[in-house]
């Protein structure tokens, strides 16, 4: 299992502090189990990893072989919750040269509809010109802009690459049941799709065909993505105590820490492939916790790459952060430092080693000069990096984050901010049904 270490959180809030918590986590728990507090139309992701059938597992293997048989490159269109954890997954599992190393035994996995850059999908409709493309297109809404701007460009070029016969084998839908245009379009032209369930939102929902749809696609091992959720679903079960629960105790030291004035939380890799797992967890916590005035802010940094960046920041800059760093145990290929006769760059002493041993010293020296900094410390250790781990890890952050959103008082299951911008840009842009709002923003301008 993975497992989670806050001694070095501790030692700057006090024990005291977090067990003080110990109650109002079990109440947290009390209400995410029963639907007692707000937001409780949104727990369908609670137990989803168990009720996941292997007939479901099946029928969504079955869909993405069939765009395994039929594209060289996927789209997976989706922005926010319906494209995060996909990439999470399927970045920190794949080559880091996939793209250049592709001997065509996997689609190329590419991602849009999660921006408006212009170039970007000029050049990503220029780049699929000579491939044999399919598109998974995924929002709950079915409506948002970004996605169905990208879907658009995405469906036509597919239909007039590939044929109307085989764009409808190749394009496949994760939308809602019955509303909005992906679900409109989905019925009309035929194509096979799969449903987000109601009560799951986008940023919990990778565990649905929203995740694994793309990850079994990109051709990674869902079950074991499961079955690790499901592990970790079992083991932080409303009968584990707060001192055998890791998500009980994640939740409870950063409220502490919280209280103490560390208003800023930042997620630290030392595996460039972890980098979207960074983005994904920003939004699970950003989204669910930042409202109401309160929210500790979820930063990410990539080490030691960002040691030369942010570095300087972490060590010496306001002491208002903490840390959590997803460490790994053990890389999954072996790399030794040669030794050079000349030993020029006088790097000999470290000759007959692992690179993965330089990189443990690394974070740990980087530990110990944050913590003397005056950065507490949180850790949590997966063994290996493989699906396995990656189903407890997204288990792990999803329900700390549905404990740690009640303790701080906030529903963590909606996101209403969300919707300023939106109602801005369709004014801006002269959307029917948005005629007032028009005019006044003009009169602002
Ligand atoms: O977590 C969320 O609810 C959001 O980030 C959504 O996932 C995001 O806005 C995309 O929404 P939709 O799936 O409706 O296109």
Not at 235 to 258: C, G
Request: glycine share 8%; proline share 4%.
């Amino acid at each position: 299992m993975i497992k989670l270490d806050i001694t070095k959180a501790t030692q700057f809030v006090g024990c005291e502090k977090v067990k003080a918590f110990e109650a109002e986590v079990a109440s947290a728990k009390q209400a995410l189990e029963d639907g007692s507090r707000p937001g409780s139309d949104f727990l369908g992701w609670m137990h989803l990893p168990t009720s996941i059938t292997p007939e479901f597992m099946a029928e969504i293997q079955a869909c993405a072989d069939v765009l395994r048989a039929n594209c060289d490159t996927v789209i997976v269109a989706g922005i926010g919750g319906s494209y995060l954890g996909a990439r999470a997954v399927i970045e920190a599992l794949g080559n880091s040269f996939a793209w250049l190393t592709n001997k065509g035994e996997n689609p190329n996995i590419l991602f849009a509809g999660n921006n408006i850059g212009e170039d970007y999908l000029y050049e990503l409709t220029e780049y699929l010109k000579d491939k044999n493309f399919g598109v998974i297109n995924i929002s709950k809404s079915g409506t948002t802009t970004e996605t169905a701007l990208a879907f658009r460009l995405l469906k036509k070029q597919c239909e007039e690459q590939r044929g109307k016969e085989m764009a409808k084998k190749v394009i496949v839908a994760v939308t809602d049941a019955k509303k909005g245009a992906a679900r409109t379009t989905a019925d009309k032209e035929g194509y096979t799709s799969f449903i987000i369930p109601d009560n799951v939102g986008g940023r919990f929902s990778v565990l649905t065909p929203v995740g694994l749809l793309p990850i079994a696609a990109a051709g990674f091992n869902i079950a074991e993505l499961v079955r690790g959720a499901q592990d970790m679903e079992k083991a932080t079960s409303l009968n584990a105590s707060f001192d055998e629960d890791i998500t009980a105790q994640y939740a409870a030291v950063r409220n502490a820490l919280y209280n103490d004035g560390k208003k800023i939380e930042i997620l630290c890799n030392y595996q460039p492939k972890l980098h979207f797992m960074n983005e994904w967890w920003k939004q699970l916590y950003g989204e669910s916790e930042g409202k109401d005035g309160k929210g500790i802010f979820p930063a990410a940094v990539d080490l030691t790459t960002d040691l030369h960046s942010m570095g300087q920041w972490i060590q010496d800059g306001e002491r208002t952060i903490f840390e959590t760093v997803i460490s790994v145990e053990s890389p999954e290929h072996k790399l030794l430092f040669p030794s050079d006769d000349e030993n020029l760059d006088g790097l000999n002493f470290l000759a007959g080693k692992r690179v993965d041993e330089v990189n443990k010293m690394a974070e740990l020296g980087t530990q110990l000069a944050h913590v003397d900094g005056g950065v507490p410390n949180i850790r949590l250790v997966m063994p290996r990096l493989n699906e396995y781990y990656l189903g407890q890890v997204i288990y792990f952050f999803e329900k700390a984050c549905g404990i740690s959103g009640y303790l701080l008082n906030v529903n963590p299951f909606n996101q209403p901010g969300v919707e300023a911008y939106k109602k801005n840009m369709f004014a801006l842009l002269g959307k029917p049904g948005y005629e007032a709002e028009t005019e006044a923003i003009k009169a602002r301008l």
